[in-house]
């Protein structure tokens, strides 16, 4: 995940000095990951800065993972082993290594991680099947945002119908509050990256009226609180904590999904292209609306909907455009490039 980070503030930054600070850093986790997939013995490292003190003396602490199987990591989540999910994100970790190794000249070590990342992948797809593909994890990481289900979509699609039948109401309401906010916001962003943003929609506007701070947009994770190592029970705002709020992997995953309901790149594509609006609801198309400023991995993107068509700008790399499922299917779209002082 954090490959995934680096690269995603990298490829943005377009910043040589940045990445070459970078590389060192980038090498050693890509190159722990293929240790990992190579593992014959468990692999335990030291857990330095502050553990929560309930967990001080649990043996598996030091644990990163367990004797590699079958071409898959047997690593750590938490206290769990989501074989799928460690699995999706190590695989988006190489990806992202690989392309900024490519961008600093290291192509031997792009090459590398481009094929292991291929290896892990199909090995990945041979082990989406029960019990493993019901873990809720895999379906917080299957398309957003790895990606790594590209080739199993209508499988994943599937899996993702039986866990909506199993926690929502017919009318798209959760049966029981959930524990994990995040992991429904995650599973919001693989509807709308799956051309489904009612669903996704139904899931924004639960959150929306739910907050555990009304009017603050926070959210919430699990029963009562865990982290205040006995120290800060009180900081958050409460006398009695219900739960750990706010909650900033929730509200990351808000944020990031807000964005690419704007704008984002399909990569799973053919050739780059980046969807417009893929989060734009039909209702709302009968007036003019426009976004400017959008980060994408292909550069800053504009749009303008006049009710009628759409009008696109990218600052920076040429590239298909594609509008969201709520757009009528004959809409025009106009696409302008405008080459940033980045490609100069």
């Known amino acids: 995940m954090a490959l995934w980070a680096i690269e995603e503030v990298s490829i943005r930054q377009r ?50 993972a367990e004797p590699a199987r079958d ?16 699995n999706a994100v190590s695989y988006r970790g190489l990806l ?3 392309a900024l190794a490519e961008r600093q000249g290291h192509r031997k070590e792009a090459a590398r991680w481009r094929e292991s990342a291929a290896k892990l992948q199909q090995a990945w797809l041979r082990a989406f099947k029960p019990p493993e593909s019901g873990n809720e994890r895999t379906y917080i990481s299957g398309l957003w945002p790895t990606g790594v289900e590209s080739p199993a979509r209508d499988e994943f699609r599937r899996g993702l119908e039986e866990r909506w039948a199993e926690l929502r109401t017919p009318d798209g309401a959760f049966r029981e509050k959930p524990l994990w906010t995040y992991f429904e916001v995650a599973d919001a962003h693989q509807w709308l990256f799956l051309g489904q943003p ?25 029963k009562g609180e865990e982290n205040t190592f006995g120290l800060w029970e009180q900081v ?5 904590p219900p739960h750990v709020t ?22 799973a594509a053919s050739e780059p292209t980046i969807i417009i609006g893929a989060g734009i609801p039909a209702e709302w198309l ?9 980060s994408t991995r292909l550069g800053e993107v504009d749009w303008k909907w006049d009710g009628r068509a759409m009008q696109v700008t990218v600052r920076g790399m040429k590239c298909a455009a594609r509008l969201g499922a709520g757009f009528p299917p004959n809409a025009p779209v106009k696409v302008d490039f405008v080459r940033p002082e980045w490609m100069h």
């Open 15 to 64: 910043d040589h000095e940045f990445d070459e600070w970078l590389w060192p850093h980038v090498f050693r986790k890509a190159e722990f990951i293929l240790a990992m997939l190579e593992a014959k013995q468990p692999i335990r490292r030291i857990v330095r800065g502050p553990i929560v003190p309930e967990h001080w003396n649990n043996p598996e602490l030091s644990l990163v």
């Open 71 to 86: 071409g898959l990591i047997v690593g750590r989540m938490d206290w769990h082993r989501p074989l799928l999910f460690v």
């Open 96 to 98: 992202s290594a690989a």
């Open 198 to 222: 009612e669903r996704m929609w139904k899931t924004l506007r639960w959150l929306w009226d739910d907050q555990a701070s009304p009017g603050l947009y926070t959210w919430w994770e699990g």
């Open 236 to 240: 958050r705002g409460w006398v009695n």
């Open 246 to 267: 706010p909650h900033y992997w929730t509200a990351a995953e808000m944020l990031l999904l807000q964005l690419d309901m704007l704008a984002y790149v399909d990569e």
């Open 286 to 294: 009968g007036r003019p609306m426009s976004v400017r400023g959008i």
